[in-house]
Nanobody, 127 residues
Framework: VQLQASGGGLVQAGGSLRLSCAAS????????IGWFRQAPGKEREFVAA????????YYADSAKGRFTISRDNAKNTVDLQMNSLKSEDTAVYYC?????????????????????WGQGTQVTVSS
C-alpha cells in the first residue's frame, strides 16, 4: 500500500485544516488507518485511528473534541478534520495503514503496529 498524506499548511490558532490520506493500489476500507504526528525535537505520537470498515475510532486525549477521523470510501481516503487548532498541534502529520487483525484494538496507538506509512504533511499553527 502506498499512502500519501495531504492537506497540511499554515493556519492561525483557532483555525481548521482537513488532512487526507490517500492510497494507490489498495482499498483503504480494508485497512485500519492511524494518524500520527511528530513535532520538531519530539517523538512521534498517536493522534487518531479508525478500524477497517470504520466501525471503531480512537483519539488521543489531545485530539478529543477537536479532531475527527472519517472515511470517504468513494474517494478511497481517510480524512482528519482538525478544528480549533493550537500552536502545539504544529507537526508533520503521517497516516499509516495496518492490516486487519485483533491485535490492532490493543495496539492502535503504537506506531510499530502499522505496516505502511505515508510521507507526511506539515501542519503549522501560528499563534
Amino acid at each position: 500500500v502506498q499512502l500519501q498524506a495531504s492537506g497540511g499548511g499554515l493556519v492561525q490558532a483557532g483555525g481548521s485544516l482537513r488532512l487526507s490520506c490517500a492510497a494507490s493500489g489498495r482499498t483503504l476500507s480494508s485497512w485500519a488507518i492511524g494518524w500520527f504526528r511528530q513535532a520538531p525535537g519530539k517523538e512521534r505520537e498517536f493522534v487518531a485511528a479508525n478500524s477497517w470498515g470504520g466501525g471503531t475510532t480512537y483519539y488521543a486525549d489531545s485530539a478529543k473534541g477537536r479532531f475527527t477521523i472519517s472515511r470517504d470510501n468513494a474517494k478511497n481516503t481517510v480524512d482528519l478534520q482538525m478544528n480549533s487548532l493550537k500552536s502545539e498541534d504544529t507537526a508533520v502529520y503521517y497516516c499509516a495503514a495496518d492490516w486487519p487483525g485483533p491485535p490492532w484494538y490493543n495496539n492502535y496507538f503504537r506506531g510499530d503496529e502499522y505496516d505502511y506509512w505515508g510521507q507526511g504533511t506539515q501542519v503549522t499553527v501560528s499563534s
